[in-house]
């Protein structure tokens, strides 16, 4: 089997059924809560006197950016418009556009679907 890349070798394993679950969107918003608050207090008291902390903001950013990236490319429902505009808040915004996204796309998008099954 060959990988195409690692992000589809992650979530090819985990699945997308799995990102639009509960658990999923608790650990979501638990990631985004941590990279945005853990990145805005890191920048007002640089350098760090725990740098510990810099571990747990880098790993919930980049979870919240693969995740979000994946149900982009994959679940997003939104007008070809709408996507176009997510994609490049997605792209060059970091784990702030990610966590952007996940409030207002990807959470939106999940509760309706929750609501119709």
């Given amino acids: 089997m060959k990988v195409q ?9 985990i699945g997308d059924g799995w990102l639009v679950s509960r658990d999923a ?3 979501l918003a638990a990631s985004a809560v941590a990279s945005v ?6 920048s007002w008291r640089w350098p760090p006197r725990q740098p510990l902390l810099i571990v747990p903001v880098a790993l919930g950013g980049l979870f919240l ?3 979000m990236e994946r149900y982009w490319i994959k679940c997003d429902q939104g ?3 709408a996507r176009r505009i997510w994609f490049f808040v997605l792209t ?3 784990w702030f556009g990610a966590a952007l ?3 207002f796309v990807y959470l939106p998008q ?3 679907e929750w609501r119709q099954t």
């Fill in 37 to 42: 608050s853990g990145t805005v207090a890191l």
């Fill in 92 to 94: 060059f915004g970091l």
């Fill in 110 to 112: 999940v509760r309706r």
């Fill in 101 to 103: 996204y996940y409030v």
């Fill in 25 to 27: 969107s608790m650990l």
């Fill in 65 to 67: 950016i693969s995740a």
């Fill in 79 to 81: 007008s070809r418009m």
């Fill in 5 to 13: 890349s690692l992000s589809d070798f992650i979530w090819g394993r």
